[in-house]
């Protein structure tokens, strides 16, 4: 495939397949490796995305920041703990099926299907295609596509890592109202009430169609997050101690970054009927304060 002058393709490091992108509008970098955006700074603005220092960059590895694509199945897999955490997708290689560029953004289109590869996760007929349109606003699109003769059934996430200067003075806005689980210490609906602050680890999944807004005074930016076929938003930071048991994060990175979540997870399960199709989005823009 012919690649637009704005995108490049490039192995970094040897054997690592990366598309760089350098648009006027924005920078950024795509990995085959999972169809994983780890990196966009729209111009004008610091970098977005948050990537681990410690990230491994290896294919068949999940990557620690920017926005994992979490597939077919969120957290561990509900009948088979051997299998990997958040689904396969995340740790295969995927082809680049479409690309180009306008005057004001980059979009890119990767492919994966199913395969013998694939099967031995899980057993479905699938197409899946991540749409990624990079300018001044970045928004990511998973398509999942049943292309079997039976129904299936779906969770997923945009797992997205985003950059702050320091998560405990942060503000997020926007789940007044909602209810929550927060996973590690009950099973049951909280409710929430004004904005949410971090001050401890956090593990929550709302249920909420809603925009959320990330207000961060230090780096005098908002984040705005809006997202479409999800009725699930995790709101996510691992604080002290779950950091140092993560191997690919550093032990003191927890003030650097927020995940917000688009999710299918929960109570929101897909089931996707034979040649229909399910669209996760999420969509990230900056407001500087």
Known sequence: ?????????????????????????????????????????????????????????????????????????????????????????????????????TETAVEIVLK???????????????????????????QVTLQAANTGTTAWSMTGALHTYLNVEDVRKVSIHGLHGTQYVEGRLS???????????IDQEVDRMYVSDATVIVHDPLWKRELVIEKA??????????????SKRLADLPDEAYPEFLCIEAANAGEDVVTVQPGQEHLLMQRIEVRKL
């Open 1 to 101: 495939m012919t690649l637009p002058p704005s995108v490049t393709l490039a192995e970094d490091p040897a054997g690592y397949p990366i598309l760089i992108i350098e648009h006027a509008s924005a920078t950024g970098r795509i990995a085959l490796n999972g169809a994983h955006v780890t990196d966009w700074i729209p111009e004008g603005h610091d970098p977005v995305l948050y990537m681990s220092a410690e990230a491994v960059m290896e294919v068949g590895k999940p990557i620690r920041g920017g926005i994992p694509v979490c597939w077919p199945w969120f957290g561990p897999h509900p009948a088979d703990s051997s299998k990997p955490a958040h689904g396969f997708v995340r740790q295969m290689l995927w082809e680049v099926d479409a690309a180009r560029e």
């Open 112 to 138: 994966l299907s199913d395969s013998a590869a694939t099967k031995a996760f899980w057993p479905q007929a699938f197409s899946t295609r991540l749409h990624v349109h990079m300018g001044a606003t970045l």
């Open 187 to 197: 099973p049951d609906k909280r409710p929430q009430h004004g904005t949410i602050a």
């Open 229 to 242: 076929g999800s009725l699930a938003t995790v709101v996510w930071n691992p604080w002290i101690e779950k």
